[in-house]
């Protein structure tokens, strides 16, 4: 058995990394495409690799002749007219090679694991294509496959419907062709297609073909499962650095991130924090079904989405600010609006006293095992501090501790005698046991405490982080306005406001949701604190701060974890720990979680 790369094209779409050369001499964490196919091809007992070159060939066809000196044979074909034709003129000029031994052809700007290439070559079928379930940052050639992985179609990109993805596949570009199956069947249709199409075609339009004639052996061969990536610009490249990456690199290439792992299907982020439960299907399809309109429609201003916000909490329009999520409120809040000492409870949600000046930061450092505090601590602690300003997290974040709503209005009166701004975040209110009661969020108390803010993430416990969307309220009607006029007009999209719009009718669902969450939180934490090695914190969020007591630090076990493609923040990093071992994990769906404990038990 022999290999053929299909290496002669231009790369265009990687910009000044193809200037000088060929796609395949970008490298991949410091290795490059080639090195790497070559390498993998190496271990397979291969008569010889066969490289069609074109763009920069003499460059790469210089590269590994030096560096591949003694290496068992490899042989180069030069398409000389590599700029004007595709892959199918490539693919024609070694059609004698093709048709002389068994072929492994593939193109040379994929990254694969190891796996992929044996499980090919040792698969019985002898004509094969290697494909993956469609994923959404797949593009070109799909194919429909039947239970017995005979191929039914090919689907070229003109004929590509999105409603039908559930049941595409994506053609990996990397095809085991028997002898007889190049000498009898592909070799003669990939001349005439050729003759009668043309050369600016691609190779797997032959393939497309024998399929619709009924007159093809190959079938198909899915992945299932193990890691590739085909590289045709620069985010390509930074997606594949990350998914072929290791242990600590691994790690901080996510997180550099913060967020965008949509584009890393197999991922488990229990990192980022959202209701598993909302929103419910007919709410995503009513969004769906207005998509059109408001893409090509302008949002509201300010006036009419603090009206919406109004609505959505049952407050007064002049009370609410709509933010671009949370943290463009939190950015505005303690950057204009803190001008001296802030108390600040730590562990906490580093976004506030990142915005802070340090010296301005007055550390309240909780230090009980499980991070709890009292209303009384935080007044006797804060009392001679000569505060402006005092930050409380309810329930707190990493740590899920809950400080019931009287003992928060006890804390209110006393900032207010002490003419103390008192600013809650009660993103994470809607997760707390009996949750209906627990909310800053009415006009009343709005009114009673006008030197009290409220800040909430929409994002969280709506489950819906991608539209971006938070409010900060409170009945200082003259900071409030002040706020709406420190933000953009345009600051939230026409996706964000029509989802405001529309909760309403979603509201008993929300409900339900909330305490199918409760339920799950509890079932979870059950199965977390069977876990040897992990001490659970109690928590009333959608999250659970767990110390690492044996066998890992946090910062071995975060490691461990991103090698089975699950992402955990490493709370011991946070500030003030004290040197504590700590992993925050967030409450997901029964299913994810039940994968995730499963992970840990094997660990």
Known sequence: MQAIILAAGMGKRLGELTRNNTKCMVEVNGEKLIDRIISQLAGQ????????????????????????????????????????????????LAKDALMSEDTILLESDLIIENSILESLILHPDPDLALVDKYQTWMDGTMLRIDDDRRILNFIPKEAFRFEDTDIYYKTVNIYKFSKEFSRNQYVPFLEAYSKVMGNNEYYEQVLRVLTLLKNSTMKALPVEGKKWYEIDDIQDLDIASTLFSDGEVKYHEYHKRYGGFWRFPALLDYCYLVNPFFPPKKMRDEMKANFDALLENYPSGMGINSLLAGKYFSINPEYVVVGNGAAELIKTFTERHCTGKVGVIFPTFDEYPNRLPKERIVPYIVDSPDFSYTVNDLIAFFKDKKLE???????????????????????????????????????????????????????????????????????????????????????????????????????????????????????????????????????????????????????????????????????????????????????????????????????????????????????
């Open 45 to 92: 007992n291969l008569s010889r690799i066969v490289i069609v070159t074109g763009y920069k060939g003499d460059v790469l066809e210089e590269y590994i002749t030096s560096k591949y000196s003694g290496f068992p044979k490899i042989e180069f074909i030069r398409n000389p007219i590599f700029d004007k034709t595709n892959n199918i003129y490539s693919l024609y």
């Open 389 to 603: 300003t005092l930050l409380l997290i309810n329930p707190d974040n990493p740590s899920g501790h809950f400080m019931p709503i009287k003992d928060v209005l006890k804390l209110a009166d006393w900032c207010k005698e002490n003419k103390i701004r008192l600013l809650v975040d009660e993103s994470f209110v809607d997760f707390t046991e009996e949750f209906e009661a627990n909310s800053l969020l009415h006009n009343d108390i709005l009114e009673k405490y006008p030197g009290m803010f409220v800040m909430k993430s929409i994002s969280k416990s709506y489950g819906v982080p991608g539209l971006r969307l938070g409010i900060l309220a409170g009945g200082d009607n003259e900071l409030i306005s002040r706020f709406k006029k420190e933000v953009s007009i345009w600051n939230i999209n026409s996706f964000g406001e029509f989802y405001m719009q529309i909760f309403g009718k979603y509201e008993s669902e929300y409900t339900e949701a909330c305490h199918k969450f409760v339920i799950e939180r509890e079932r979870f934490g059950k199965e977390m604190n069977k876990i040897p090695y992990l001490r659970v914190i109690p928590s009333q969020a959608n999250y659970f701060l767990c110390e690492v007591t044996d066998k890992y630090t946090s910062a071995q076990l975060t490691r461990k974890l991103i090698e089975h493609d699950v992402l955990v923040s490493d709370c011991g990093l946070k500030r003030n720990m004290q040197g504590r071992q700590l992993i925050r994990f967030a409450v997901r769906s029964p299913r994810d979680n039940d994968k995730l404990v499963s992970i840990l038990k094997k660990l």
